[in-house]
């Protein structure tokens, strides 16, 4: 008989990085974006949230009759995209707004045990408006 079962190995634990980049016009597909914003989630429910927040910001200023529905941000769409993160996989969404758009992608990156103060500097937990963009705006 086995007297001692070892623990299971650790997993890496992971956080989210964030990348929202909103373009002014459609033609701006190869031009810089009016606003690129980067941040850190702990989780995936945290980052979709947070994208579907932004999201549903940037079409509040539309007339209700142009407003898409969110599928991608909510329903099956919200719960394949925390799946593929708690995959380790990375995910994009995109959105028009008006005569701009915007897309997020949500990337896993390992996160190692180091002190909050450490990461301060490095994770910025709310990301400074940039003025520009609609979303800041």
Excluded at 41 to 67: F, K, Q, V, Y
Aim: hydrophobic share 40%; aromatic share 8%; with cysteine.
């Amino acid at each position: 008989m086995l007297d001692h079962v070892p623990d299971p190995v650790e997993p890496v634990p992971f956080a989210y990085w964030c990348e929202r980049s909103t373009y002014g016009s459609a033609d701006a597909d190869l031009d810089e974006p009016d606003c690129f914003v980067l941040y850190s989630a702990a989780t995936p429910d945290l980052a979709i949230r947070r994208i579907r927040e932004e999201a549903r910001n940037l079409l509040s200023g539309l007339p209700e009759d142009e407003r898409p529905v969110l599928g991608w941000a909510e329903g099956p769409g919200r719960v394949r995209a925390i799946g593929a993160l708690h995959r380790g996989r990375a995910c994009g969404f995109t959105l028009r707004h008006g005569d701009g758009w915007s897309e997020w992608i949500v990337r896993p990156y390992p996160v190692f045990p180091v002190g909050p103060a450490a990461l301060l500097p490095l994770l910025p937990l709310e990301p400074d408006p940039c003025g520009g963009c609609a979303h800041c705006a």
